[in-house]
Structure formats: structure tokens, C-alpha cells
């Protein structure tokens, strides 16, 4: 797949689905379902409903090994768990924290400690909430239950507490004793899908990934390996054509060809990619698929935003907000509706909402920054960026947010840092080399600007002649004239590929008219072709008769296209 791949030649390839995953699939699903993992519940079931029915009728008696009997502390304990389990499904956890304060099973020890843990953030996040706007308020919530709800457990063994150990030791910043727990829940649980979440939020670099995913014992060709690595380069912004090729595998009649889940995450390897139209096509397949999948809706907003499809995000807009206005995706939707239509306060409005739906929906803080600066607020989009950097350091929209908003502030050299942060994170992404850019020739750094302008050629610059503009005026600058003359000529010539109006490129015209007269042996009769067409433009807009013939094209012309 990537370089992070790793292949322990020992372990049997694995080509197809078979009963025994299928089985354990359905039995990840059941058990979370018991101890209220809402969301690892839910992908496992997308996952099994997703694998053909010839392959999901396969008998499996004597494939799969025996499920171990009901426990006596189990048995004792079968009907006030159930009636705990009812009050979890009504949200009220506090009593099912209370109704099960003397279970002493696993299963009832995991419930009571997770409903007191929902409990605790509940209160942790309405305390935080409190503080909006003051500037005392901490970086992130602070609960302050999380270490007597880990000590209550530190010492158990089973698979599904050792989950729930490592997701509090990752709220309590202990990240690498949280990867070690989530990796040996991973080893007995494989289909758990909440724990590889857990262990992807643990990560920042693919260094990181290929070593600690070389401690589970299991082939590189596994399914759910392959779908963590490929989620995972997605976060890592390190999406190459062979996650591609991961997912057309994994969508395979072999394996979960019907999976909306897996749909949606070769959707957002193709936005990654930046093959927009493809990504939406994904994203339609989807759609007609089930129409009122919430799930990964902020995928799509992204694609649609990125293309400026403004009529397509009113569409949406409009369904999903019947539909569910209280998801944080339907939220973000929004906000980057209102982002296109130039609504930033509105748009603000629904970014805010969708962090106070999920506190780590860091691509609605990073969006948000976006709109405070929009707004010429700089204060309070650095707050927004920083928040998106505090829920997940991998949003690399908000470091480059960081050093745009420094930027305006002045503070030249906190822009440089965080815009080269961003760059760490994402070095194949030409807005941020322009950033980069810009940032070095604020500082007076020409030299610095030009290699990143350059850089940002190479990565396949959006708005191509206006690099080219910004890097024949940079070398006129240090004096490469000759450089300048070049790229002055191949904005020229991007402009006339486009039928852009001679306005948007008239300086490339002169530098290029300029250059050819100063040079011996120059091209004189390009230099005034170009010197023309600037002067006959300027005639035109003014509604004058065509001045191009007689005396004084030269000098006019340079005249008004340094005036542009």
C-alpha cells in the first residue's frame, strides 16, 4: 500500500471473507452493542450486512470456536444488566450507573464505568461551555473523574476493559500507555472498530503507525488492517493511488462489496486525491443507495465545497435540516453553505453549532478560523484554529489557518513556523507553498518565496498564472531578469489558453515587452504586439476609438499596465 506497510511472511494471506470472520464480525457487533458502543456496533453491522448472503449463510459450526458459557456472576446478574442496558438505549446513564453499582462481571463492570465516564464528560463539557468567551477557559474539558474511574480498573484483563483503559488514558494524555492497552484489546477484538479509532487518534505520523501496527499479530492482507491503514492515510494526508486500488479490492465481491461505510471512505481518499468529480459520483452511488445516511455528510460538504458547487449544497442543505438539524454533520454541511453563499456569520453560527455537538469535530473549528478571517477577526480564528489543533493535531487546515491569522497580526515569524507546519503535514499541497510563500516575501525573504512558488508550481497550483505573475515580479526583484521574462511569458501564454481579459496578465505583458527591448538582438516586434494589446485594452474599456496606431504604444502601454 504505502511505505508504512509491513509483511510478517509467517501469517497466511487472506483473500476472502470467510464463515469464521463473518462469525466474528457478528459477535463483535452483539458484544458491543451490550456495553453501549453505539458506534462500534454500528460499523460492524454495516460491515456484515455488507458481505454477500451466499457468503453470510456459510455454516459455521464447526468453524468457529465455542462461545464461552455465561459466567455464574453473569447469570446473577442477566436482568438488572438487561434492564441497565434499556436505560443506556433512553439515555439515561446515570441510572444505569446505579442500577448496576454492585456488578462485579466484566460486562457489567464495563457498562457501569462507561455510563459513569458519559456522565462525567457530560458534566466536564457543560462546565467548559460555561466559560466560552473568557479567556480563562482551558484548552480542552477538564474532567476531573477520569483517574478514579481508571484506578477502578487498572488491573483488569479482559479485552473489552482493556479498551475502555486505553480510551481513559488517552483523556488523561497519557497517549503511550493508551496505545499500549488499545493494542492488546486490538490483538483479542480485531473487529472492534471504536479501538482502531482510538489507536488512530494516538498517531501523527506515519513513522508511528508502521511501528506500532507491527506489534499486532495479523497478515498485512487482513481486511480490517487494510481499512484502518487506508483511514489512516487519509488522516495522514498521505493518500496515494494504492488506497485507491485498496478500496476496489475491499468492496470486492471477496470481501464487503455493499459496505456505504467503505463507499464513503474511497470517497474521501478521492477528495484527498483531489479527483473531485469522481468523489461526488461516489458520493451519489451512496445516496441512491440510502438517501438519509447522515454519516460522512461533512465528506461530501468538503467535496462540494472544494468544487464551489453552491446549488448542490442548497439542495442538501435544505433536506438535512428537516431531517436531523442536532447532527454535527448536518451542521457543518451548513456552515459550508453559507460559507459559499458569503454568509460568514451564518456560517460561523453553524460550525459552532456542530462543536457543540462533537467537541472534536476539528474540521468545523478549522472552518470557522477560516470565517473569523473572512470576518478581519484574527483573534478569534487563531482561538478556532487552536482548538481544531487541540482535538486533533493532524488538521493541517488549522496550522495553515494559524499562520494566515499571525500573519495579518504582523507576527512574521509565528506565520512562518506554522505555516511550515502545515506544509509537514501536507507537503504535496500547493495552497500551502503559496502561504509559505507569501509569508517568506512579507519577511523579505525573495529568495525563500521564489523556491516555494516554485514548489508550488509543482504541486499543480490552482490559479497557476497568478504564481506565475508573483514569480516574474519576485525575480525582477533580485534582478533575474531573464527568469522574470520567463514566467512573465508563460503566464502570457495561461492567460491566452484561458481567454482570460488582458487585464488579469497586461504586467506579464509588459515584462515580457520590456525585456525583449532591452535586449540586443530582442524581439521588438513582440514587444509591441504586446505593448498594443495593452493599450488596446485600456481603449476599449474606456469606450475610446483604438489608440494603438502613432506615436507613444511604448510608453503608454507600461504606463497603464503598471497602473493595473
Same mark, same amino acid.
Not at 509491513?6 to 457487533?29: C, H, W
Not at 478521492?270 to 461526488?280: I, K, M, V, W
Not at 478571517?373 to 487541540?390: C, G, H, K, Y
Given at each position: 500500500?504505502?511505505?508504512?506497510?509491513?509483511?510478517?511472511?509467517?501469517?497466511?494471506?487472506?483473500?476472502?471473507?470467510?464463515?469464521?470472520?463473518?462469525?466474528? /464480525?457478528?459477535?463483535?457487533?452483539? =458484544?458491543?452493542?451490550?456495553?453501549?458502543?453505539?458506534? !462500534?456496533?454500528? %460499523?460492524? @453491522?454495516? $460491515?456484515?450486512?455488507?458481505?454477500?448472503?451466499?457468503?453470510?449463510?456459510?455454516?459455521?459450526?464447526?468453524?468457529?470456536?465455542?462461545?464461552?458459557?455465561?459466567?455464574?456472576?453473569?447469570?446473577?446478574?442477566?436482568?438488572?444488566?438487561?434492564?441497565?442496558?434499556?436505560?443506556?438505549?433512553?439515555?439515561?446513564?446515570?441510572?444505569?450507573?446505579?442500577?448496576?453499582?454492585?456488578?462485579?462481571?466484566?460486562?457489567?463492570?464495563?457498562?457501569?464505568?462507561?455510563?459513569?465516564?458519559?456522565?462525567?464528560?457530560?458534566?466536564?463539557?457543560?462546565?467548559?461551555?460555561?466559560?466560552?468567551?473568557?479567556?480563562?477557559?482551558?484548552?480542552?474539558? /477538564?474532567?476531573?473523574?477520569?483517574? =478514579?474511574?481508571?484506578?477502578?480498573?487498572?488491573?483488569? !484483563?479482559?479485552? %473489552?476493559? @482493556?479498551? $475502555?483503559?486505553?480510551?481513559?488514558?488517552?483523556?488523561?494524555?497519557?497517549?503511550?500507555?493508551?496505545?499500549?492497552?488499545?493494542?492488546?484489546?486490538?490483538?483479542?477484538?480485531?473487529?472492534?472498530?471504536?479501538?482502531?479509532?482510538?489507536?488512530?487518534?494516538?498517531?501523527?505520523?506515519?513513522?508511528?503507525?508502521?511501528?506500532?501496527?507491527?506489534?499486532?499479530?495479523?497478515?498485512?492482507?487482513?481486511?480490517?488492517?487494510?481499512?484502518?491503514?487506508?483511514?489512516?492515510?487519509?488522516?495522514?494526508?498521505?493518500?496515494?493511488?494504492?488506497?485507491?486500488?485498496?478500496?476496489?479490492?475491499?468492496?470486492?465481491?471477496?470481501?464487503?462489496?455493499?459496505?456505504?461505510?467503505?463507499?464513503?471512505?474511497?470517497?474521501?481518499?478521492?477528495?484527498?486525491?483531489?479527483?473531485?468529480?469522481?468523489?461526488?459520483?461516489?458520493?451519489?452511488?451512496?445516496?441512491?443507495?440510502?438517501?438519509?445516511?447522515?454519516?460522512?455528510?461533512?465528506?461530501?460538504?468538503?467535496?462540494?465545497?472544494?468544487?464551489?458547487?453552491?446549488?448542490?449544497?442548497?439542495?442538501?442543505?435544505?433536506?438535512?435540516?428537516?431531517?436531523?438539524?442536532?447532527?454535527?454533520?448536518?451542521?457543518?454541511?451548513?456552515?459550508?453553505?453559507?460559507?459559499l453563499r458569503v454568509e460568514h456569520e451564518k456560517s460561523v453560527k453553524y460550525f459552532r453549532r456542530a462543536t457543540e455537538l462533537d467537541r472534536t469535530c476539528s474540521a468545523a473549528w478549522s472552518l470557522m478560523g477560516i470565517e473569523y478571517?473572512?470576518?478581519?477577526?484574527?483573534?478569534?480564528?487563531?482561538?478556532?484554529?487552536?482548538?481544531?489543533?487541540?482535538?486533533?493535531?493532524?488538521?493541517?487546515?488549522?496550522?495553515?489557518?494559524?499562520?494566515?491569522a499571525y500573519g495579518i497580526l504582523g507576527m512574521h515569524s509565528y506565520s512562518l513556523y506554522y505555516h511550515s507546519r502545515a506544509l509537514r503535514l501536507r507537503p504535496e499541497e500547493a495552497e500551502c507553498w503559496e502561504d509559505q510563500a507569501h509569508s517568506f516575501e512579507v519577511a523579505g525573504r525573495l529568495e525563500d518565496a521564489i523556491a516555494c512558488f516554485k514548489r508550488a508550481l509543482e504541486?499543480?497550483?490552482?490559479?497557476?498564472?497568478?504564481?506565475?505573475?508573483?514569480?516574474?515580479?519576485?525575480?525582477?526583484?533580485?534582478?533575474?531578469?531573464?527568469?522574470?521574462?520567463?514566467?512573465?511569458?508563460?503566464?502570457?501564454?495561461?492567460?491566452?489558453?484561458?481567454?482570460?481579459?488582458?487585464?488579469?496578465?497586461?504586467?506579464?505583458?509588459?515584462?515580457?515587452?520590456?525585456?525583449?527591448?532591452?535586449?540586443?538582438?530582442?524581439?521588438?516586434?513582440?514587444?509591441?504586439?504586446?505593448?498594443?494589446?495593452?493599450?488596446?485594452?485600456?481603449?476599449?474599456?474606456?469606450?475610446?476609438?483604438?489608440?494603438?496606431?502613432?506615436?507613444?504604444?511604448?510608453?503608454?502601454?507600461?504606463?497603464?499596465?503598471?497602473?493595473?
Amino acid at each position: 500500500m504505502a511505505e508504512t506497510e509491513f509483511n510478517p511472511g509467517y501469517l497466511p494471506e487472506i483473500t476472502y471473507v470467510d464463515a469464521q470472520m463473518v462469525s466474528d /464480525i457478528r459477535k463483535t457487533a452483539k =458484544e458491543a452493542h451490550e456495553r453501549g458502543l453505539l458506534a !462500534a456496533t454500528k %460499523w460492524a @453491522l454495516d $460491515l456484515l450486512r455488507a458481505v454477500t448472503e451466499e457468503r453470510r449463510s456459510l455454516p459455521v459450526a464447526k468453524l468457529v470456536k465455542d462461545t464461552p458459557p455465561l459466567t455464574e456472576e453473569e447469570i446473577r446478574e442477566e436482568e438488572v444488566f438487561e434492564l441497565a442496558r434499556k436505560a443506556v438505549d433512553e439515555k439515561q446513564h446515570s441510572r444505569a450507573e446505579h442500577l448496576l453499582r454492585d456488578g462485579c462481571s466484566d460486562k457489567a463492570v464495563f457498562l457501569r464505568t462507561y455510563c459513569q465516564y458519559i456522565v462525567s464528560e457530560k458534566k466536564a463539557m457543560r462546565a467548559w461551555h460555561a466559560l466560552d468567551g473568557n479567556r480563562h477557559q482551558p484548552p480542552t474539558p /477538564i474532567n476531573l473523574q477520569l483517574t =478514579e474511574l481508571y484506578q477502578s480498573i487498572e488491573y483488569s !484483563a479482559d479485552p %473489552w476493559l @482493556l479498551f $475502555l483503559k486505553a480510551l481513559l488514558l488517552f483523556r488523561l494524555a497519557r497517549h503511550g500507555e493508551a496505545i499500549d492497552c488499545v493494542l492488546l484489546s486490538i490483538i483479542a477484538l480485531p473487529w472492534n472498530w471504536s479501538a482502531w479509532q482510538l489507536l488512530g487518534d494516538c498517531i501523527h505520523d506515519p513513522e508511528s503507525l508502521s511501528t506500532h501496527l507491527e506489534k499486532i499479530m495479523l497478515p498485512s492482507s487482513h481486511p480490517i488492517l487494510q481499512i484502518f491503514m487506508v483511514r489512516m492515510m487519509n488522516e495522514l494526508y498521505s493518500t496515494t493511488p494504492a488506497e485507491l486500488e485498496t478500496c476496489d479490492t475491499l468492496l470486492g465481491p471477496a470481501f464487503f462489496p455493499h459496505s456505504l461505510w467503505l463507499m464513503s471512505l474511497r470517497a474521501n481518499v478521492l477528495y484527498n486525491l483531489h479527483s473531485y468529480a469522481q468523489a461526488e459520483k461516489q458520493f451519489d452511488t451512496i445516496m441512491a443507495i440510502d438517501p438519509y445516511r447522515i454519516d460522512d455528510l461533512d465528506v461530501l460538504a468538503n467535496v462540494l465545497y472544494a468544487v464551489e458547487n453552491k446549488e448542490k449544497l442548497s439542495a442538501l442543505a435544505q433536506f438535512y435540516l428537516v431531517l436531523n438539524k442536532d447532527r454535527p454533520e448536518v451542521c457543518y454541511l451548513l456552515g459550508c453553505h453559507y460559507s459559499l453563499r458569503v454568509e460568514h456569520e451564518k456560517s460561523v453560527k453553524y460550525f459552532r453549532r456542530a462543536t457543540e455537538l462533537d467537541r472534536t469535530c476539528s474540521a468545523a473549528w478549522s472552518l470557522m478560523g477560516i470565517e473569523y478571517l473572512e470576518m478581519t477577526n484574527p483573534q478569534a480564528a487563531v482561538e478556532s484554529f487552536r482548538r481544531a489543533i487541540d482535538v486533533n493535531p493532524k488538521e493541517y487546515r488549522a496550522w495553515s489557518g494559524l499562520g494566515k491569522a499571525y500573519g495579518i497580526l504582523g507576527m512574521h515569524s509565528y506565520s512562518l513556523y506554522y505555516h511550515s507546519r502545515a506544509l509537514r503535514l501536507r507537503p504535496e499541497e500547493a495552497e500551502c507553498w503559496e502561504d509559505q510563500a507569501h509569508s517568506f516575501e512579507v519577511a523579505g525573504r525573495l529568495e525563500d518565496a521564489i523556491a516555494c512558488f516554485k514548489r508550488a508550481l509543482e504541486a499543480n497550483a490552482p490559479h497557476p498564472m497568478t504564481v506565475f505573475l508573483r514569480l516574474a515580479q519576485l525575480l525582477i526583484m533580485i534582478g533575474d531578469h531573464a527568469g522574470a521574462a520567463n514566467y512573465a511569458q508563460a503566464a502570457v501564454a495561461q492567460g491566452e489558453a484561458h481567454a482570460h481579459p488582458v487585464e488579469y496578465y497586461a504586467k506579464a505583458l509588459v515584462a515580457v515587452a520590456e525585456y525583449q527591448m532591452r535586449q540586443p538582438g530582442g524581439d521588438w516586434g513582440r514587444a509591441r504586439e504586446y505593448l498594443e494589446r495593452v493599450v488596446g485594452e485600456s481603449c476599449a474599456g474606456a469606450g475610446r476609438p483604438d489608440a494603438r496606431e502613432g506615436g507613444g504604444t511604448v510608453e503608454a502601454g507600461i504606463a497603464l499596465a503598471r497602473a493595473w
